[in-house]
């Protein structure tokens, strides 16, 4: 799996060629040119695109990552675009989806401008020849590379929005700022007031380092129980690559991980998982424990890791989709988001009806009426 396969290059007037590099190895041998892509090439939206955090997901993930498939466009020698896509097997059907899922929250890929519309083509004809009976694409953006690069045709499974905010506007030093109704920001104050009544009330913040890898931990373990007690069926927060990886980023302070939290006497009650990535946040882990949530600390969290984030530079926060009722409340716009399917083969197209069109939808089905129950 880390031989390196070139495929024959599909345009010359650039000087592209295109190569699939397969395997954990050959993942990490292009860590210096990717994270020099990304730093030329990259856009916010794209965090999850960063080198550091898909090395953090093959370590979580390792079952996954053995069927990693890299397709890297060179423009005269240098790395000019890369799709990290996996491989893998189920039924019998070769599926190929990006690198990340579950905790990456948008599939991309990297391509620098400068190659133009080439490059998207020469990345779109490598991926169907990497033998794969279908490509399943999740929370593509409308303002992403991925985009801009997939075909028409393909078979939609899922539409949503990803809601953000303006920081300007939405925060005042350590309170909410005038985006929102002044009783609201009057409520801020009492609120932290009546918290305060029932212990020593602290609001922190860490970046990525030892604090707030103990916080991770924290917030996963707490995530877990609220989602128990909601009735909710979550199994990419039950699992244990969900924990590892944000161990693992919130250590690493080239993640842009921030770990942000409400401590009562010394202990988080609340802690909100973030990542910074040139200006913009991006929400990923709001936990809260049960029985604070009527007090209301989940909406003091959320003003506080919007002040800690215009602190740390951010501009915008993106509070990720789907567009839940709790986030709008908090966002100024959105941005479409959309999951497709692609079928290369016929046994892709009966896989894409039979899986994407009867089992997953059955399968929502079944955990909301066990959440119901």
């Not at 069927?67 to 675009?81: E, K, S, Y």
């Not at 990290?84 to 070769?94: A, E």
């Not at 244990?240 to 980023?249: I, P, S």
């Not at 202990?267 to 209301?296: N, R, W, Y």
Request: aromatic share 6%.
């Amino acid at each position: 799996m880390n031989a390196v396969a070139r495929l024959t290059p599909l345009a010359d007037s650039n000087d592209l060629t295109v190569e699939a590099l397969r395997g954990v190895d050959a993942f990490l041998a292009l860590k210096r040119e990717w994270d020099g892509l990304f730093a030329r090439a990259g856009r916010p939206q794209q965090l999850f695109q960063q080198h550091a955090l898909l090395g953090h997901w093959a370590k979580s993930y390792p079952d996954a990552a053995a069927g990693i498939a890299i397709v890297t466009v060179r423009a005269g020698g240098r790395l000019a675009a890369v799709a990290p896509l996996v491989l893998s097997r189920t039924l019998g059907v070769t599926r190929m989806r990006l690198m990340g899922a579950p905790v990456a929250q948008f599939d991309d890929m990297l391509i620098d401008a400068e190659c133009g519309a080439d490059a998207g083509a020469l990345l779109w004809r490598a991926i169907g020849a990497l033998g794969a009976d279908v490509f399943e694409t999740r929370r593509v953006r409308a303002d992403s590379a991925l985009a801009a690069v997939l075909p028409a045709g393909g078979v939609v499974t899922e539409m949503s929005q990803a809601p953000f905010a303006c920081l300007s506007s939405r925060v005042d030093g350590g309170a909410p700022g005038p985006a929102y109704p002044a009783k609201e920001r009057s409520n801020f104050r009492r609120r932290q007031r009546r918290l305060a009544e029932t212990g020593a009330l602290a609001m922190t913040s860490h970046r990525a380092g030892e604090q707030a890898s103990l916080l991770a931990a924290r917030a996963i373990e707490i995530k877990r129980r609220a989602l128990k007690a909601a009735g909710i069926v979550s199994p990419a927060v039950r699992s244990c690559g969900f924990e590892t990886f944000f161990r693992l980023a919130a250590a690493d302070p080239r993640s842009g991980l921030l770990a942000t939290a409400i401590e009562i006497d010394g202990q988080p009650v609340a802690i909100d998982l973030s990542f910074l990535c040139k200006s913009t946040a991006f929400g990923h882990v709001l936990a809260t424990e049960p029985a604070m949530v009527q007090k209301g600390v989940g909406n003091l969290l959320v003003h506080h890791v919007f002040a800690t984030a215009r602190a740390a530079g951010a501009r915008t926060f993106d509070l990720l989709p789907p567009a839940d009722a709790y986030k709008m409340h908090h966002a100024d716009a959105t941005t479409p988001v959309q999951s497709a399917v692609y079928p290369f083969t016929a046994r892709g197209r009966l896989f894409a009806r039979a899986f994407h069109g009867t089992a997953i939808p059955l399968a929502r089905r079944a955990m909301r009426a066990l959440a119901k129950g």
